[in-house]
């Protein structure tokens, strides 16, 4: 035995920050990987969308596209909005990790520590799992009860005598009082389907047998129906759980020494360890890679240490996809005085297929609007949408995006459930767009000769 454990982690969300993007629910694409106008939550932006579809279905395939994507595009023209449609069209335990270059400033870690707990975080590790069970109906059950010793109401299982069935075979098994305690709490009764796992004893209520049921109809209603099982009592069952390899990393950690610190490093060593034991599970065939993506937003504040290092992970063998956007045309690469496309190293841009977003049309601003109102839950009336779709046009879609809640919250406040022209236009005379509000002090400093060294 290596000593390295790959089980027994908690479970993190990956996603966050999608409280923006909520009316996202995939990439909308048809069959042949063709975006359609308006779909899943997504409006226009088709080259953008089919440039993303297609990594997404190499990294479903569990295939290493040889390229990352870059996502370029003017501000508020959906690039994170694309990202997280990525995310939606990945397979349930695909994992997406979303981070925004400048965290990497955030952070107590080391800028290369941070990052490559975001590329471990984004590799996941299907384990096959086995585990013995006993499963069936249960065709009678009798659990040894006695009270509780401080609770009088309360009574405590100390063991039980249970006759499970398949439709195969019928076989009583007597039970300690862990497992017991559990049947009670579960108000196990006679023509219910469950499993026990013979190792560690949890007690799984699948569900009430069909043929069972016949004898109680009527008697109380019940949840899910279920087939009687089949074959033996007593059986080996596959089933599969994926951890990323961070989750990994940090199991073991735990695992060496008393947590007496919170935030403990993971050395090189656990690394290397967990991943020969990787190696070792896949070898095995008891374990499959499931590489996924990680998206950099605002990739133009990565510096140059900082890429440098990414490029030589993606060269590894265990890497994820990595995915960036960002909104900047020629600009200095963080860290140096040097100049280059969208902030980015050259050598880093060599290994990036690149996709644009662009300004979207009026119709498409006015449809997107629309979208993330009704995913928000405001009723807009068509006068105020129109006044939006304006300000979206003439200002940013975003900012015409942001005026919808506290438009709400004005409507709701002057007694009206639906918003009118009239609050959309009280919100606009208070918040501003950004190049008003850049305008705006550049002439203000103006006016003062002390203040005006400010616009320099
Ligand atoms: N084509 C689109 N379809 C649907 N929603 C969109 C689209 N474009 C933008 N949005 C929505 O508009 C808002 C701004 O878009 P998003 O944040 O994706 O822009 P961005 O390109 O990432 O901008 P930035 O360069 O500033 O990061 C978000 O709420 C997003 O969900
Ligand atoms: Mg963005």
């Known amino acids: 035995m290596s000593g390295i454990v790959v089980k027994e982690v ?251 610190f919170r935030e403990e490093e993971i050395t090189d060593e656990i690394r290397s360890k967990v991943d020969e034991e990787v190696e070792r599970l896949i070898k095995d065939k008891q374990a499959q890679l499931v590489p996924g993506i990680l998206f950099i937003d605002e990739a133009h504040m990565l510096d140059i240490e900082a890429f440098s290092f990414l490029n030589r992970s993606l060269e590894q063998e265990f890497a994820p996809l990595v995915v960036l956007a960002t909104n900047r045309a020629v600009t200095k690469i963080r860290g140096t005085d040097l100049f280059s496309p969208h902030g980015i190293p050259i050598d880093m841009l060599d290994r990036l297929l690149i996709a644009k977003t662009k300004l979207p049309s009026r119709d498409d601003i006015k449809k997107i609007l629309e979208i993330k109102a009704a995913a928000d839950g405001i009723d807009l009336d068509p006068q105020a949408l129109e006044l939006l779709t304006d300000l979206g046009e003439k200002h940013t879609l975003r900012y015409a995006a942001q005026l919808l809640q506290p438009a709400k919250v004005i409507a709701e406040y002057m007694g009206s459930s639906v918003v009118k022209v009239e609050h959309v236009e009280r919100v606009k005379g208070v918040y501003i767009d950004v190049r008003d509000s850049i305008r705006y002090l550049e002439d203000e400093l103006k006016k003062d000769p002390v203040f005006s060294q400010f616009l320099k």
Do not use: C
């Not at 996502?71 to 981070?99: C, H, N, Q, S």
């Open 10 to 260: 908690e479970r993190r969300p990956v996603e966050r920050g999608l409280g923006l993007h909520s009316h996202i629910t995939g990439l909308g694409l048809d069959e042949k990987l063709k975006a359609i106008h308006i779909a899943d939550g997504l409006v226009g932006q088709e080259e953008a969308r089919e440039a993303a579809g297609i990594m997404v279905e190499l990294v479903k395939k569990g295939r290493r596209p040889g390229h990352g994507l870059l996502l370029v595009g003017p501000p508020g023209t959906g690039k994170t909005a694309i990202a997280i449609g990525m995310a939606r069209e990945l397979g349930r335990d695909v994992p997406f990790v979303a981070m925004s270059g400048s965290e990497i400033y955030g952070t107590t870690m080391k800028k290369t520590e941070f990052l490559t707990q975001a590329m471990r975080r984004a590799i996941g590790l299907r384990l096959f799992e086995q585990r013995e069970v006993y499963e069936g109906e249960v065709a009678s059950i009798e659990i040894e009860k006695s009270p509780h010793p401080f609770n009088p109401y309360a009574q405590v299982a100390l063991g039980a005598l249970l006759t499970l069935k398949t439709s195969k075979e019928e076989k009583t098994i007597e039970v300690g009082d862990r497992v017991a305690s559990q049947l009670l709490r579960l108000n196990v009764r006679t023509g219910d389907v469950i499993e026990i796992d013979a190792e560690t004893g949890r007690v799984v209520k699948l569900g009430r047998s069909k043929l069972a049921e016949s004898k109680w109809k009527g008697e109380y209603r019940v949840g899910r129906l279920v087939d009687r099982p089949d074959g033996p009592v007593r059986k080996t069952k596959k089933t599969t759980h994926t951890l990323s390899l961070h989750d990994i990393d940090m199991a073991n950690i735990r695992a060496g020494r008393a947590l007496l």
